[in-house]
T-cell receptor, first 117, second 117 residues
Framework: DAGVTQSPTHLIKTRGQQVTLRCSPI?????VSWYQQVLGQGPQFIFQ???????GRGNFPDRFSARQFPNYSSELNVNALLLGDSALYLC????????????????FGPGTRLTVL | AQKITQTQPGMFVQEKEAVTLDCTYD???????LFWYKQPSSGEMIFLIY??????QNATEGRYSLNFQKARKSANLVISASQLGDSAMYFC??????????????FGPGTRLSVLP
């Protein structure tokens, strides 16, 4: 079975531009979460989407937005890019449930490395 | 306040030896989950082990075990019989609440483990 896929793998943009990152979850997973990982730090939660609705949002400005499609894939959009947006953007998918370890596990994609010049 | 603390920025261990990576957490929610992830230089986050707050026994997965001390709010990862391929960043993470809705994983800053031949 295919894991979580993300595209593109690398991206270079200049300040002020807009970027769209894409994620396809594991088949059967309806929840997608996005994380930003700045070099040398742990991932920071940006969004969670479940059944096309936003279920959680981290402490990020409104320049960051996302959506989930009927096939459960997701896009993360970042407008008016700043140098500080340079990071590895990770997408994770999971099933949603209670208690059991397998249902709580998030599966991460390989990430998109964004460089803002 | 930091919700997840990993006090060891870097650790060295000799091949075939055991190593303990520290993690302490802070939450007032009685229901939570604790996770360990491995991140090799390639960037992908690899799930290692999960411990639920109501689990009576410490979690084990192959060479990985989690030393869960609830009263001390610690969830240390023990890797037995270290291998060269274990060299990577290791992140402790916490999910607050009993399920994945509005999921908000909080990651610690990570520990870089280097296994020496």
């Amino acid at each position: 079975d295919a894991g979580v896929t993300q595209s593109p793998t690398h991206l270079i943009k200049t300040r002020g531009q807009q970027v769209t990152l894409r994620c396809s979850p594991i088949s059967g997973h309806k929840s997608v979460s996005w994380y930003q990982q700045v070099l040398g730090q742990g991932p920071q939660f940006i969004f969670q989407y479940y059944e096309k609705e936003e279920r959680g949002r981290g402490n990020f400005p409104d320049r960051f937005s996302a959506r989930q499609f009927p096939n459960y894939s997701s896009e993360l959009n970042v407008n008016a890019l700043l140098l500080g947006d340079s990071a590895l953007y990770l997408c994770a998918s999971s099933s949603v449930g209670y208690g059991l370890a397998g249902e709580n596990e998030q599966f991460f994609g390989p990430g998109t490395r964004l460089t803002v010049l | 306040a930091q919700k997840i603390t990993q006090t060891q920025p870097g650790m060295f261990v000799q091949e075939k030896e055991a190593v303990t990576l520290d993690c302490t957490y802070d939450t007032s929610d009685p229901s939570y989950g604790l996770f360990w992830y491995k991140q090799p230089s390639s960037g992908e986050m690899i799930f290692l082990i999960y411990q639920g707050s109501y689990d009576q026994q410490n979690a084990t997965e192959g060479r990985y075990s989690l030393n869960f001390q609830k009263a001390r709010k610690s969830a240390n990862l023990v890797i037995s019989a270290s291998q060269l391929g274990d060299s990577a960043m290791y992140f402790c993470a916490m999910r607050e609440g009993p399920d994945n809705y509005g999921q908000n994983f909080v990651f610690g800053p990570g520990t870089r483990l280097s296994v020496l031949p």
